[in-house]
């Protein structure tokens, strides 16, 4: 019987859907495993072949642990919210969710065709009502609540009015953005405020609030976008310009978690640079905030510095272009000049400006008081200060800040070394030098102290001089939380007739999507909500016209999957208490950041409140490579329709074509398949080499404009999905990009037919009842142990490669055994599971391979009963002996010269020295 693969894994996909075969429930008796991907946004593209690689990674793994008598949890969803099927709606006008609708389901189909162990029955789409409900829910939770920094944790906001109300702001211990009088008022005058007024108050200490922010805001698109939808100040959709604004936007206080978002990391099996990429976004500093009079002004600047002891090294002061004191510092004769420089910089991104070595800048026209030496400092403004970090205005101190330096040389500003005898050209300076007073101030001796003494005493010193005191400082940016979009949740927020902010029952969830005549901005330039008939709340006032953004469905849907119907709760108890989190969690490294924080973030107020048990949501992370394009070109001779091979091209004066790789096998072209791929090519002349015409190739990002895209279905329909599946992880090690080249898919294809083969012979099957050999035992439990080993980190490619060698062995000794293949068919289920099925049942078997019993691998298999040595004469090897294991040195010796291979080497001589190395070598000196 031949290896029909068509009908086998057509055969078993069928049987696993009308069987529920992967749907799980709670089940006490088992221990819990949770395996998560990363959820994918369904392109009208579909599919390419590098999307599976770290969907067939974690469905080994998710396989295996079932394997291994684990209750294992594989869901899988969509995220559908997403700007792409915005803008195709406003092209054509469809609906976007017909649109998002078409594409999950070719998404759902290709993913069926490569037979992952999805349980499908726990599907989550973020467009869903059903499912955003629980995203507006923990909106309002957020929105009713503040962080306690003394509890560190989020607290009802009705707790911090019962403060306000009797103590006022003082001993409040809230994360705020407050200011001001916003900040600072006493109980009476809390009293005393007015209904809008203490709205306003409050708004500054909510978790989710609305307020003031920087965004990139696009124009065309008219719309914020995240920075990862912002290239070079245009966005990556359309190409069209972005500019940095301040807008009113709603915002998450994720700044409030981040310490716990830091100290946490600690608990989590992730890769180092995942933890030190998060702790770099985080951005943990200690330091002061120091106040900057501006001379000849009432302006007082506040800037945090994590080396207050420098204070004596400041020759200028930069401001963001952001800055609020940027028009507080700016004089009327360098208004133009400002004003001009901050459109100038507008275009770009804050990440853009953190990794922009060009030097910019304009001088405000005003100066500062150092509040320690008493010296007037030039006021700059340079888009390499970012306001959301500090307080937007720093104290530059070029000696010893690279970019400081760097700034100073341009603008031809003071340097002053710190420590005596420094080389102000070096970019930093050693921490073990000490530090030296540029100034007859008596009142601060930091001379011959090491660096962290010198800032301890400089704290100390500001604070009682009261021109400053020690902070704490993140990084970490408040989440900007909504978009001018239709295609997103929509807020569960009305305004009421102050125009305040108020939530909306949560018995009126979820707040569904509005039909819209158009999907664009209104005349006026609201968002597309704008244009919605009768967008009221049940009580009639105007429902907020944002939506949120894409991580908002994303952040919280591991949750979901653990409890997909409860219609009470966005994961009961019982649900939240057993699966608890995600075990393994597979994705790719772009999220390192946005997704995971906001995640993390996400968790840890909902660990809060008591609504989830861990504090963490993913225990374990592994970030999958990328698989690359093998691009192929054709070389056409210039100025004619004739294309000539690639190892004749340099003959001729040629222009390099991409060409379809779907129509290139093995770097050949199908002649037919060029002439109709194109119309310009239907009557293609061609110059060729031993018959055929060669392509040549490169390794490239896989795009459609590259035509490099392989589609998996293609590989499917020719080589089945478990040929697919095994060869993506024989590509090379999961987690490294590598790129797609099907020059030796044929190799993993031939080693599945050769292990069909050796189970059937013809029609007949050729194993029998027989004992196993210990040969055969022995190649059995090396693959075992080996594959075992490899899947619990993920290490799939060498598994392959053993599984190659293991197949070989039986293959040379002609083994019969059936029971070799009961349990060689369970190892190779996870990578194969179709053949997986179809030998288990060949076998005798009932049920599914899937609930078989992983095999142990037996030591006394693995030892080897003979040791073999290289015999030297004299140092150099002549032959090689094996012996029984645990011969003694004698006897080797012995064993080794009684060899007939000895006589010739020997010569007569009587040989002086033996060395036995056990093991490995039997040296002869003669």
Known sequence: MDYNFHAIEQKWQQYWRDHHTYQVDIDESKPKYYVLDMFPYPSGAGLHVGHPLGYIASDIFARYKRLQGYNVLHPMGYDAYGLPAEQYAIQTGQHPEVTTVKNINRYREQLDKIGFSFDWSREVRTCDPKYYKWTQWAFLKMFKSYYNTALDKARPIEELVAHFEQHGSQGCNAATSAAGDDAQFTAEQWQAFSKVKKEEVLMNYRIAYRGKTMVNWCPQLGTVLANDEVSEGVSLRGGYPVVQKVMNQWCLRVSAYAGRLLRDLDTLDWSDSIKETQRNWIGYSEGAEMKFKVAGSDVEMTIFTTRADTIFGVTFMVLAPESEYVDLVTTPGQRQAVD??????????????????????????????????????????????????????????????????????????????????????????????????????????????????????????????????????YRLRDAIFSRQRYWGEPFPIYYDEDGQPQPLDESELPLQLPEVDKFLPTEDGEPPLGRAKHWVASNGRPLELNTMPGFAGSSAYYLRYMDPHNDQALVGKQADEYWRQVDLYVGGTEHATGHLIYSRFWNKFLYDYGYVCEPEPFKKLFNQGMIQGRSNFVYRIKDTNTFVSYNLKDQYDVTPI???????????????????WRPEFADA???????????????????????????????????????????????????????????????????????????????KLRLTSEKPSAQALKSLHKLIKKVTTDIEVLSYNTSVAAFMICINELYTMKCRSKAIYDDLVVVLSPFAPHMGEELWHVLGHEGSVCDARWPKWNEEYLKE????????????????????????????????????????????????KVIVVPGKIVNVVI
Request: hydrophobic share 40%.
């Open 340 to 473: 001009s420089y901050i459109d100038e910089v507008k275009h770009k991104t804050e990440r853009e400006r953190l990794i922009d070595k060009k030097v910019s800048g304009v001088f405000s026209g005003s100066y500062a008081v150092n509040p320690v030496t008493g010296g007037n400092i030039p006021i700059y403004i340079s888009d390499y200060v970012l306001a959301g970090y500090g307080t937007g205005a720093i104290m530059a101190v070029p000696a010893h800040d690279s970019r400081d330096y760097a700034f100073a040389r341009k603008f031809n500003l003071p340097i002053i070394p710190l420590i005596e005898g420094a080389d102000v050209s070096k970019e930093s300076f050693d921490a073990k030098e000490g530090i030296m007073i540029n100034s007859s101030n008596e009142r601060l001796q930091l001379n011959g102290l090491q660096v962290k003494e010198a800032i301890a005493k400089t704290k100390q010193y500001i604070a009682q001089a009261g021109i400053g005191h020690v902070k704490v400082n």
């Open 658 to 676: 991409h060409v379809d790789v779907n129509i290139v096998s093995n770097d050949v072209l199908d002649l037919d398949k060029f002439k109709a």
């Open 685 to 763: 002349q061609f110059i060729l080499e031993n018959g055929r015409y060669l392509c040549g190739w490169a390794i490239e990002k896989m795009s459609k404009s590259m035509f490099n895209v392989v589609n998996p279905d293609d590989i499917v329909d020719r080589y089945g999905a478990d040929t697919l599946r095994l060869y993506e992880m024989f590509l090379g090690p999961v987690e490294a990009s590598k790129p797609w080249d099907t020059n030796g898919i044929d190799g993993v294809n031939r080693f599945l037919k050769k292990l069909w083969n050796l189970v059937f012979d013809g029609d």
């Open 865 to 912: 009963s003979q040791v073999k040595y290289t015999v030297l004469f004299n140092g150099k090897p002549r032959y090689n002996i094996e012996v029984p294991t645990g011969t003694g040195k004698d006897e080797v010796q012995r064993i080794a010269l009684a060899n007939p291979g000895a006589e010739k080497w020997v010569a007569g001589k009587t040989p002086k």
